[in-house]
């Protein structure tokens, strides 16, 4: 059992939950992520680490109520526990000799994006940040990315907040304008990502995606994480979550996931009908 420190709704549909686990907290590097149970019968969900405090033990993660496994964990509160936390998993994001980068975040992936961006302004290095939500109901760590950035951007579908564009009108308005990166690291949706890279690649930009599929096991072994990249198999769980983005395969990644979107909806709709009290 792992036991839940806080809760702190972000917007209406994400949360940020805090975790008692020293063990994990000690070696979690940014990029990582852990693979949780809410219940003892309940299934296993990958979900990337936000934050790590190994000075008191705490793990942080940032999860949006999407599928019936995080509507039931967004019920939780401080003083609960979940059936187990294991991680920390896959490689950390490589970040080492980096002097320029521009991070890209969309949506809930802010949240992994996030720490990404403040260890690299902690090791120096000059970090434009470019986030996007579909609203501004919907931002989230906007103070957050501010505090750690040269350059902050936020990007809105309807303009309610920031400039109303996408996320790649904003970065290649400042790769238009002379920026150069040592690297471009996207962290969102999968059309997101693929968009991103598309773009790069026309400028010759080095550019880092993390890959999250479906997992299981987070060891390899169940095979359900599998992605195409540079024309071969790689297993998200173990080889990544970080990929080249110009050598994934992004059609086939989101063929893969619209598989389950069905039964997804189907066990939300029993979760949620249970959490009302439904029938």
């Known amino acids: ?34 693979i949780l149970r809410v219940t003892d019968d309940g299934e296993r969900i990958p ?17 949006q ?15 609960d526990s979940i059936a187990d ?19 890209i975040g969309g949506g809930v992936g802010c949240a992994i994006a996030y720490p990404v961006a403040k260890a690299l302004h902690d090791k120096g290095a000059v970090v434009h940040s470019i986030v996007g939500f579909r609203c501004q109901d919907l931002v989230i760590l906007k103070d957050e990315f501010t505090a750690c950035s040269d350059k902050y951007v936020l990007m ?40 991103v890279c598309k773009l790069t690649k026309e400028y010759g930009v080095k550019t880092v995606v993390s890959m999250n599929p479906i997992m299981i096991d987070g060891t390899g ?5 599998r992605l195409t990249v540079g024309g071969k198999t790689k297993f998200a769980c173990v080889d990544g979550p970080d990929f080249d983005g110009h050598e994934v395969d992004f059609d086939e990644a989101i063929w893969r996931s619209s598989m389950y ?19």
């Open 85 to 103: 936390l294991v991680g920390p998993l896959g490689k950390p994001t490589e970040l080492d000799g980096l002097k320029k980068v521009a991070v």
């Open 47 to 63: 979900l990337t680490v936000a934050a790590a405090d190994p000075q008191n033990g705490e793990l942080t993660i940032i999860f």
């Open 156 to 195: 809105s579908d309807d303009g309610s907040c920031g400039t109303k564009g996408l996320v790649t009108d904003a970065l290649k308005a400042l790769l238009d304008s002379g920026e150069k990166y040592d690297e471009v690291i996207a962290i969102g949706p999968l059309v997101m990502m693929k968009f």
């Open 261 to 279: 979107k069905p039964f997804e909806a189907k066990k939300r709709e029993e979760t949620c009908n249970l959490l009302k009290g439904g029938n």
């Open 221 to 225: 072994m169940c095979g359900g994480c």
């Open 1 to 34: 059992m792992t036991k839940i420190i806080s809760t702190t709704k972000l917007n209406p549909t994400v949360t940020k939950m805090v975790f008692d686990a020293p063990l994990i907290a000690k070696k979690a590097l940014p990029g990582q992520f852990v």
């Open 65 to 79: 109520h999407v599928g019936a496994t995080t509507e039931l964990l967004g019920t939780y509160k401080a003083g």
